[in-house]
């Protein structure tokens, strides 16, 4: 078990009407841990991903952060929000904003940080991404893989405790994904406590702690990735890596 968890979730279930789309889903996370969650479409990785900041509702059981239970709505829940980072498939930015302006303005709004200290945390946060230069350009003017980066500058100028990233590469064209990978690889060496929902098992490899492998709405296997790639106990673990490793 984690030593310090800073996530927990206790017999979590989700429906989406009759489909029972997470089952008794158990799972800690502890400070400093990079989970990385892999499995079958449809298994519920990003459902799981999404409850945890709470844009998902659960049925039953509870999800703790930082050994408080998830606010139900208002205040609290953006307070939340705040405290946990989230990257998506999609970047999210708004188009009519600047890059730096994209990355200040829920620190303002939010963290109610001055104007001038926001862009001085923001500018740190694009040169930690690699996009200094691009501050004062529109997204559209941007990638993907670099408007990917500015989204996780934007969700890192919080200082969330935890990161949850839902996919973050599967938008983008192949020469990108390393770019965004990297910065992704940089932040589990600083110690950022991470959930990844992913294709990328190279990823998963050699930045994860642990494996967390889905299949229909259950946590099947949950494992160190030498464990989990060498020796998967499971059927289902076996049958969707032998999918993925061929090709």
């Known amino acids: 078990m984690a030593v310090d968890?800073?996530?927990?979730?206790?017999?979590?279930?989700?429906?989406?009407?009759?489909?029972?789309?997470?089952?008794?889903?158990?799972?800690?996370?502890?400070?400093?841990?990079?989970v990385v969650v892999i499995g079958p479409s449809g298994s519920g990785k990003s459902t799981l991903c999404r409850?945890?900041?709470?844009?998902?509702?659960?049925?039953?059981?509870?999800?703790?952060?930082?050994?408080?239970?998830?606010?139900?709505?208002?205040?609290?829940?953006?307070?939340?929000?705040?405290?946990?980072?989230?990257?998506?498939?999609?970047?999210?930015?708004?188009?009519?904003?600047t890059v730096l302006q994209n990355v200040s303005l829920a620190q303002v709004k939010?963290?109610?940080?001055?104007?001038?200290?926001?862009?001085?945390?923001?500018?740190?946060?694009l040169e930690r991404v690699g996009l200094a230069a691009h501050a004062e350009k529109f997204p559209a003017q941007l990638s993907g893989g670099q408007q990917q980066r500015v989204a996780i500058a934007r969700a890192l100028a919080m200082d969330p405790k935890v990161m949850l990233f839902d996919e973050p590469t599967s938008a983008l064209d192949p020469e990108m994904i390393n770019e965004v990978l990297e910065v992704m690889q940089q932040l589990a060496r600083d110690g950022m406590t991470m959930v990844v929902v992913t294709h990328e098992m190279g990823f998963a490899r050699s930045a994860a702690n642990r494996v967390v492998f889905m299949a229909d709405g259950r946590i099947v296997e949950d494992r160190t990735p030498e464990d989990f790639f060498t020796h998967p106990e499971s059927d289902r673990a076996k049958d969707f890596l032998s999918k993925i490793l061929k090709h």
């Open 110 to 125: 939010v963290r109610g940080r001055k104007k001038d200290e926001a862009d001085r945390r923001s500018h740190e946060l």
């Open 51 to 97: 409850t945890i900041n709470r844009l998902e509702t659960i049925q039953s059981g509870r999800i703790n952060l930082d050994g408080r239970s998830l606010p139900e709505e208002g205040k609290a829940l953006a307070g939340l929000r705040a405290e946990v980072g989230m990257v998506f498939q999609s970047f999210n930015l708004f188009a009519h904003k």
């Open 5 to 34: 968890p800073l996530i927990e979730l206790h017999d979590v279930n989700k429906y989406y009407g009759k489909l029972h789309v997470l089952q008794d889903v158990n799972l800690t996370v502890g400070r400093g841990e990079v």
